[in-house]
Every structure is written in C-alpha cells, then in structure tokens.
C-alpha cells in the first residue's frame, strides 16, 4: 500500500488516489489528421516499463486533482511527484 | 487421573484451576495455561488424526508453527471456530475444544485404515486417480472427495462477535517481544521515537524469560532474571506502545502493515459478551525492526511423528514455563546444542533422559555441563525407528557411517515414553521476505538469511541467524545504533557469559537400513507429505520447488510449512545434487497465521456493509409499498405492485398509465453535474458527440458521450441555464465515473478551458410528470407558468416557484410521452412529490419504477446505457448517426469512429426484434442465430431488452444482431433449452415514430 505524496494535500494512504497509466501522452491536436495507425498508437499503445516509469495519479477521494508520479516498478519506490503541466524531472530517464 | 504438572513456576497460578471439555470430557488445567499445556498436564499427547493417512498425532511444539494439535472450538452454530491451534489458545473456564479429522474418535478412527493402504496413495494420487473414466467425476469421485477433505467445521449462522479496525502510525515498529525486540524498542523509545512493540504471546520475552542454565548469565545474573527487569524498565516508558496478544500477519510495501489483536480469545464466555472480540491494527511505521525469532527444526527419519514426539525446546518451554513434565523417560535426539539446554533443565527436575546426538563430538560449556551430570550421551548416532501406536513408547538407533549417508553396527533399542528433536534452528524471514527483501544462505548451519537491502526495515535477533546471546545482544544493539541514526549507550557494558556452539552437522534426511519406500519419515505433518512422496516428484520430473511444493502438498496446509519447508527444500537439493542456496524459496505469503473474516471485514457487516443511497421520496415509496432495485448505490423504486399484483401485472397498470394518462417517477438518482465558465459551450462540444455552441439559454439537449475508442459511454440531457452554465445530466450509475472523466480532460488536456465542474446529485431531487394529463398536473402545481406549446415548448427550461420554493423545470422526454421533470433542493424534495401526487389525483396519477420507466423507453426505441450497449457500440452500432456533428472539428472519440474496425459493416448493430407469436416474451440475453441446423451454430447476437408492451398489446424486443441494420425484415431464430423462438428484425421504433405524443 504506497503512501503517496500529494502535491496539494501531502502524504497519503494509496486507498485515497486512482492510477490513470502511463503520463506524458499528449492527445494528438489534429486526431483528423492521424493515420489509422498513429491513432492506435495514441490510443492503445503503453510502455508498461519494468522500471522507472511515468504515471499518472488522481486524488479522487480527496482534491481530485490529477498530478503525475515517477514510479519505479520493480519496487513500487515513488521517486518524485510533479503537477499537470509541470515538466518531468529529468534525472529519471 | 495423571499429573504430568510437576513444579511451579511465575507464570502459573496453581491456585486458580481452569476447568474445560477436550472431546467431550471435563479436564483441569491452571491458570496461565494454553490447552496444550493444559491437556500435556492431563497426560494427553493424542489430539488428532493426520489428513492423508489418519494416523494418530500428538502436540509437536508450543507455538504458531503447530502441525497437529489443532482444534474446533465451540458448538454453537455461529460461534465454533475450526483449525485453532491449541499451542496458541490461552485456557479459560468453561472452553469446549475437539479434536479434528476423525470419526468416530480420535482414539479409534475408520480413516485410520489409509494408513495401512497408504502403498496405494503416493502423491499426487489424487491427480493420477480419478481422471478417468470422465463420467465418474461429477457423480462417484467428487462426492467421495468432498466427503473427505476438509478440516474441521464452519459456522453455519452469522458470527454474533464485535470486530474493530484501527489506523495508526509509529516513528518505529518492532515486531516480536524477544530479548532481541526489547532491547530494539526501549533504544528506540528512549531516544524520543514514537515506539509500538507487538508480541503474539501474552507476556513479553520469548524464550529467554524461561531460560535458566547457568552457563548463559547477563551481568551476573541468570538472562531470564536480566530479561525481566529490561521489561519493567520499557513498561515505564512513555512513548512505547506494547500490544501483547498481537501478531503481525501481513508486511506490506511503504511500511504497511496489518496486526491483529485478540481482545477476547482467553476470556471466559460471560466475560467475553458485547466486547470486541478482535481489532486489526493498520500500521504505517517509518521504520521497522524484526524480530521475530526463530522455530526449531524437526528431524526426518522414519515414524518420527507418532504422538510423544515434540521439538525438543517445546519439551523444555512446557517444563520451565508452564511447569509440565511432556513424559518420565525423555529421548533427545539433536544435531546442535539446544536440546542440552533442555535435557540439564529436564535433569535438574529429576526427569530422566539421555541424549542421541548426531554430531561425532561436540565440546562447548553446555554439553561439558550436560557431561558432567553425568546424562548419557549417544554421539554419532541416529534414531531409525520408533514405536507405540497412540503414544511412543521406544525407539532403536544406529551408529552413523563415517560420511553420514548410511548406518553401521547393531540396532540399539531403548525404551521412552517422549522424544524430543531438534534439528536445529530457522530463522523466522516471513517478515522480510513480505517487504519485498531477498534472502542469503549460510551454508554452516544452512539458513535462509535476510539480505538487508532497505534504509526502512532491518532484522535482528535469532531472525537475523543470530543464535547466542553474546552475538545477539551486541548486534542488536549495535545495528539499532545505526540504523536509527542514535548513538545508546545503555548496554555498553553489558557483560554477557554464554554457551558457544562449536560443532555443527546437518544431514536432511536421516540415513535407515529400511528401504525408503518402506518407511515413513514425515516432512509435514499436517498435510502428510513424506520424503518419499519428495523424491517421487522428482522422479517424475518436477524440479522446481513451487512444482514439487504443489504436486506434494508440502507447505500447503494451515501452517503454511513454517516446519516443513526447509527439509522439502533439502532433500530437494541433496537428490538432486545441487546447492541448497541455489534452489530458491517458496513465497511467504502473508497472513503469518490465518486471520478470521471478521477480523478482516470488521465493523462493515450488516447494514454497513456497502453505502445506500436513498431519495428523499424515499419513505413515500416505502409506505405506498414499493419493491426496490439497487442502481449503483443508490435504492429505486422498482414498481408499485398494489394487493394481489406481481410484477408483470404492476409493471403493466403502470405503462397503460403512463401513456393512456399520466405518471410520475422519482428521477432524483439521474447523475447532475453544474457545468460553468466561460467556456463551458467549448467544452461540452469537446466531450459530446452534436454541437453545443447555438444552444439557447433556456433550451435543452441530448447528448452522447463516447470514449476517446470511439464507443458509447454516456448519455443525458444537458440544460443551458444561462449563458455560462449548464447543467447536465448522466446515468444513474455513470455519474461519478463521468465526473471523473470530465475532471481528467479538463485537468489534464484541456487546462486552457474557463470551466468548473460542481456534482449537485445530492443536492436536487427531480418528479419526472409524464403523460397525456402532465400538462393539467403541472398546471394545478405552477398556475402562474405559461405552460403553452409556444412558450414552453419540448427541449425547453423554465423557473417557478411552488409556495415560494425555487424549482427548475425541464420539459424533457424519456417515455416520449409529454412530460415535465421538475428539479427542487433535495430537503423539499418529499413535499414536491407529496403535493405532485395530490394534484395528480383526479387524472389517476400512477407512480411508475424503473421497470415501467425501461419498458416505456423500449416502447420508444430509447437506448439504455449499460443495458443495451456494452462498451463496444458506436453511435453509428446504434443507428444514432443523427446525433454525431459531421462539422465539428473534434471531440472525444471522433477520430476513431472511422477507424477500419469501427466503420466495419458487419458490426452488432441495434435492432428491434418481434417475435412471430406476440405473446411470446423473449430472455434478456437470449443468444440469436439464422440457423440452428449447422454446426458450431453461427452467433449473430444477442437480445439487449424485452418486454411486454401493453401500449402496443405485444411483445417487443431490441438486440444487437451483426449487419443488424441490412437485416430489416428477416427472419431470425432465438434458440432456447426447449424450443426455437422465430422473430422478424424491426425497426428500433415500436410506437409513434412521428413523436406525436410529446405535444399531445
């Protein structure tokens, strides 16, 4: 059970929060202009790293705000939390 | 009656005499006992018969590690209590315990004769058996099968007892209440760091507090003594929490775990009433020191589990703490120095007993002592047999080869009423290994160790491979130093005199003249797997521990192998020539000891076992007896039958009603999400599928909300109230989820947007009036609105007051009947439906529940969100191509509504379906096919919603049926258990497609 530091609220219990995957997928500003394919990638396609990873968290049982999480997955170690719209720390690459 | 309870000791009260029943016959045993010691007192070794072969099994240990001794306790229905471990229950007045596995009794038991055939029940027995003939399964073997497997009984009534959560954090954590644990928690407490110490005995100290050789001293004094003062001292300090009776049974990640405390498991019956019976404690510690210690090894070798034989430390525990002798003539067969210990204490009390070693030789101050009071001592030497049916009552040993792998010389027979092994120590890395940490091997006495890997957590102790004192007193000490970064001096000059084991030799499977498929040499007791049923797995090819562990039952059962698992592990490495260290370990899974449901549930039973969600009609459709339908959260009235009516008959009254005058529906749960902002207009072309920029303040819209994978998601009619703010809604049971969704884009996509989103699901509650008369109602309610066609059209809003109270009206549709829903604060919402059903009266207004609502809306060809689409139905799936904007440049899911897959022509598509006869109602989720003949049969679809329509005097249906929309007219086949259902494909619209009645 992860205990996760909100960037509004502090830390707390990972019952509070609900993962929304993989971060930094921009959805496309033009989808009409997108092949079939580069849609799917968009759309389906997830690293799913064994590793540090990039994520996204809600605090939906508390501010719901989204913010997103750098995760390394092989331990479950959250190594850095960050704002929407912030950029991603640059030393977990 | 025999007493085997043969000198007093601190922690039994011999003047308090407990008495309870133990298979229906009165004992006593004393305070301060468990029903181990208390039934070892009684002389009674025999508690149960093994699973596999029946054979009769004593009490093997004194703690959490015990195979055999497990018990049902309690008769009553709902309150008997399966596979409690005797070792662990403290004894109380009045407790009714029995033995578990046998019948008629545990003395004389029918099973019994599966030891006798047990030839013919190698492992995996049950694999190889009955697979066939194949018929045989479901009638002859599973029966038999079940009829026999198992271990005690379930309670057959709800559980009547209190059980509790609690959430806590600590600065540091020390599991197990050893010397090791005492010394780590008063460190820590005393350098000002929130402590909680959880021990699952009753009293702190493990098994120090009853150690009472004089070759092992601290500061002088015997370590026991030593001991007790250092909990005195911890037991004043202010910032430690000490919670006996708890243990932890789950380590989970960031430090969590999960305690359970017995709060009542040791009092007396009366004395347990309205008391919460267990708590489980939520821990999160920012540190966390293990010390839980280490359980000794049995040893294998044939017959070595008849009833009399105990792990040889548990002989010693029952003689210096509960003051109970476990026979009169004691054998201690050893491979390392703990079973002295326990012989010079056995010695000192005048109990005889000699000692068969392993070892060749061995020479530290404890078997010096053991020599010199002159106990006989067989080193090199094996024990290959023992006797005694119901107790053992001799055993032979060997002399050992030069290489240990085989016996040499003559049989030796002596005569015993109690053996006691030790095979020396495992260090107990359940804990560790549960955080997430790895382990080591240490080849010299051949432990797992843990691998210290986490600035969070360490162990120390005898769990730690630490076994004497000196080593464990100053590694503990030194360890806790640096791992909480505190510099204690306390036992700095500690002087510490102890025994120092010198000579170690560790053979897994005992060598035997007997052929090892003769013998019987038992690796775990509770689930009967034997070295043999080991080395036939490998035989058969298994090599990996978790594949042998599986195929031979070993470590499965309720103990977990917490005995076992190293010997498995052991034979496994010396059969197949490898290294131990390399083969790995099973997984410990958490809990440590089985936990109860209650412990886990806790107090969310019975009406708190899930939230309600009420209207505030609520009660109105209570008293007007109305049959609720759980939609999410949230209790609906379903359908009003009145006296003699069952549901198709109310559900009937009711549509006729609704279309032929009116009807009223309680549509508070329909989620409500405020939407404003200067670019809510945007944001609402962003996320549904038609344009919303043109809508006029004061109008109103449907809207379909897709998935960005371009399937339908949600629905509802959104209000434009003013020029920024709107108000929308979705489906009951998709409201949060769409809230959720909406929050995301605009938080994470769309940050740019003006646009805050409000729920005010709770806030309003909503009488949907329907039908040819809702014009009349609503005039008798807001006389002063002009409630004309022109001025009030369909799609339209208005504002009224109903005795001065705000209301919002919508003049919106989901029967397709006129109709009127109107919106007020919640906490008038009773009154609003009273004062609707008044004014209703003269134009017989009938209350209608979600199943005439569906039927209505079916009627219309109305989609139902979750019912008639699954998550994989487009508009286009649904023939809602109208409601798509082909304009705009974007919104949620567009640009994979022309995907290669999602514009496929063959697609399910949504279809009305008419039966031929139309009486004929067809099942919800009725499969649907053209040809029944050919085979595998061809599935086209399935049905989605299907009534009686009372309105059209027939039955109607709508499916999803692949190419459905090309299907117009055909004839289709809905194949049932006993008949064929023929059906013609129809248009979605069952009744007035020219929406007549909305301006009725």
């Known amino acids: 059970m992860f205990l996760i530091n909100c960037p509004f609220c502090g830390e707390r219990d990972q019952s509070e929060f609900s993962s929304g995957g993989e971060a930094h997928i921009v959805r496309p500003k033009q989808p009409t202009e997108l092949s079939d394919d580069e849609w799917a990638e968009y759309l389906f396609m997830r690293k799913n790293i064994k590793g540090i990873q990039f994520e996204r968290w809600n605090h939906a049982h508390g501010c719901r705000k989204w913010f997103n999480v750098v995760r390394d997955t092989s331990n479950d170690k959250i190594l850095s939390v960050y704002k929407m719209g912030e950029k991603p720390p640059v030393n977990y690459k | 009656m025999p007493n085997y309870r043969i000198h007093k000791t601190e922690y039994i009260d011999e003047t308090k005499r407990v ?85 008629p009794n545990v003395k004389f038991d029918i099973g019994g004769i599966n030891n006798f055939i047990s030839p013919l029940i190698p492992a995996g027995f049950y694999y190889k058996t009955f697979m066939w003939p194949k018929s045989f399964w479901k009638k002859v073997y599973e029966p038999l099968i079940r009829l026999s497997a198992g271990l005690g009984k379930s309670p057959t009534e709800p559980d009547p007892d209190i059980y509790d959560h609690k959430h806590v954090h600590y600065d540091v954590l020390v599991i197990g209440g050893g010397i090791s644990g005492i010394i780590a928690a008063k460190m820590a407490a005393k350098n000002n760091l929130k402590t909680l ?61 999960l305690a359970k405390e017995n709060l009542t498991d040791h009092l007396p019956e009366e004395k347990k009433k309205n008391k919460i019976r267990q708590r489980l404690w939520k821990i999160r510690a920012k540190k966390v020191v293990i010390a839980t210690g280490s359980i000794e090894r049995p040893l294998v070798f044939n017959n070595n589990d008849r009833p009399g034989i105990l792990l040889s430390n548990s ?56 020599e010199s009071l002159g106990i006989r001592i067989y080193f090199n030497h094996v024990v290959t047999n023992t006797f005694g049916y119901r107790k053992i009552n001799s055993l032979e040993i060997m002399k050992l080869s030069e290489d240990g792998n085989t016996t040499v010389g003559n049989k030796i027979k002596l005569s015993c009423d109690c053996l006691g092994m030790s095979g020396g120590w495992t260090p107990m890395v359940h804990m560790h290994t549960q955080s997430g940490g790895k382990l080591n091997f240490r080849d010299d006495d051949q432990v797992f160790l843990p691998k210290e890997n986490s600035e969070d957590q360490i162990s120390v102790g005898s769990c730690n491979g630490d076994f004497d004192l000196e080593n464990i007193i100053d590694k503990t000490v030194n360890k806790i130093n640096k791992f909480l970064d505190i510099d204690n001096q306390d036992y700095q000059d500690t002087n510490i005199i102890c025994s120092k084991e010198n000579d170690k030799r560790n053979i897994w499977l005992l060598p035997n003249k007997i052929p090892l498929g003769k013998t019987k040499c038992f690796i775990d007791f509770q689930n009967d797997s034997t070295a043999k049923d080991i080395k036939l797995a490998l035989k058969e090819g298994f090599r990996s521990i978790e594949h042998v562990k599986r195929y031979t039952t070993t470590g499965m059962a309720t103990d977990q192998g917490k005995l076992s698992n190293m010997h498995a592990l052991g034979i496994i490495a010396d059969t197949a020539g490898v290294k131990m260290g390399t083969l790995g370990t099973t997984t410990f899974r958490p809990p440590f000891t089985p936990l109860t449901f209650g412990t886990l549930v806790g107090r969310n039973v019975g009406k708190f076992f899930e939230v309600v969600r009420k209207t505030s009609m609520h009660e109105w459709h209570v008293e007007n007896n109305a049959e609720f339908e759980n939609v999410g959260q949230w209790k609906r009235p379903w359908y009003y039958p009145k006296k003699g009516e069952n549901m198709h008959d109310a559900v009937q009254r009711e549509s006729k009603a609704a279309r032929d005058s009116a009807g009223i529906l309680d549509a508070s749960t329909l989620g409500k999400i405020d939407i404003q902002g200067t670019d809510a207009s945007e944001f609402l072309n962003r996320v549904y599928t038609n344009a919303w920029s043109k809508l006029a303040i004061g109008k109103c819209r449907y809207g379909l909300m897709l998935n960005e994978d371009g399937m339908v998601y949600d629905d509802g009619v959104t209000t434009r ?280």
């Open chain 2, 19 to 103: 008495s309870f029943k133990y298979d229906g016959k009165t004992y006593f045993g004393c305070e301060g006992d468990t029903l181990a010691s208390a039934l070892l007192a009684n002389g009674i070794h025999l508690v149960g018969r093994s699973f596999k072969y029946h054979r009769p099994r004593g009490i093997v240990s004194c703690g959490a590690e015990e195979p055999n001794a497990i018990c049902q306790i309690g008769s009553k229905k709902d309150l008997t209590e399966p596979n409690v471990r005797a070792t662990e229950l403290e004894l109380y007045e009045g407790l009714e315990a029995s033995s578990q596995n046998c019948w």
């Open chain 2, 197 to 257: 110490l959880v021990d699952d005995k009753k009293i702190l100290g493990g098994s120090t507090i009853y150690q009472n050789n004089e070759a092992i001293k601290i500061d002088d004094k015997l370590s026991s003594e030593w001991l007790k003062n250092e909990i005195q001292e911890i037991n004043k300090l202010s910032n430690l929490t000490i919670k006996t009776r708890t243990s932890i049974a789950a380590y989970h990640g960031y430090n969590f775990l």
């Open chain 2, 315 to 370: 002989i010693n525990k029952y003689l210096d703490f509960y003051g109970v002798s476990c026979g009169e003539n004691i054998i201690l067969f050893t491979n390392n120095d703990s079973a002295y210990e326990t012989s010079i204490s056995l010695h000192k009390k005048g109990i005889k007993n000699l000692i068969v070693d392993l070892r060749k030789s061995a020479s530290s101050e404890l078997i010096k002592q053991a």
């Open chain 2, 721 to 1000: 109230i003013s020029e920024n703010h709107y108000l929308m809604t979705t489906t009951t049971g998709g409201a949060a989820n769409v809230l959720s969704k909406l929050e995301d884009y605009l938080q994470t996509e769309w940050p740019e947007l003006d646009v805050y989103l409000t729920s005010v699901t709770d806030h309003y509650s909503t009488a949907s009036i329907c039908g040819p008369n809702s014009k009349k109602i609503l005039n008798k309610l807001f006389p002063n609105l002009d409630l004309s066609d022109e001025n009030f059209p369909h799609m339209s809003f208005k504002e009224d007051k109903l005795e001065n109270i705000n209301c919002r009206i919508m003049r919106i549709s989901f029967t397709g009947e006129q109709s009127y829903e109107i919106n007020i604060e919640a906490k008038y919402g009773h009154s609003l439906w009273k004062m609707c059903i008044e004014a209703g009266k003269e134009f017989n207004l009938t209350p209608y529940g979600t199943e005439t609502m569906h039927l209505l809306r079916a009627e219309k060809g109305f989609i139902i969100v979750g019912q008639d689409t699954d998550g994989t139905m487009t508009p286009s799936d649904l023939q809602m191509d109208w409601i798509v904007s082909k304009k705009k440049f974007d919104f949620i899911g567009k640009r994979s509504l022309y995907r290669s897959d999602t514009v496929r022509e063959d697609r399910k598509q949504l279809v009305g379906l008419l039966t031929d006869d139309p009486k004929e109602i067809l099942e919800e989720g009725a499969q649907i096919v053209s040809d029944v003949k050919s085979k595998p049969i061809d599935m086209l679809g399935h049905v989605t919603s299907s009534y009686f329509s009372p309105n059209l005097n027939k039955s109607i249906a709508l499916a999803v049926v692949r190419s459905g929309k090309t299907m117009k007219g055909q004839k289709l086949i809905i194949p049932m258990e006993n008949k064929n259902i023929n059906v013609t494909v129809s248009d979605t619209i069952f009744l007035d497609k020219e929406n007549k009645r909305l301006n009725a």
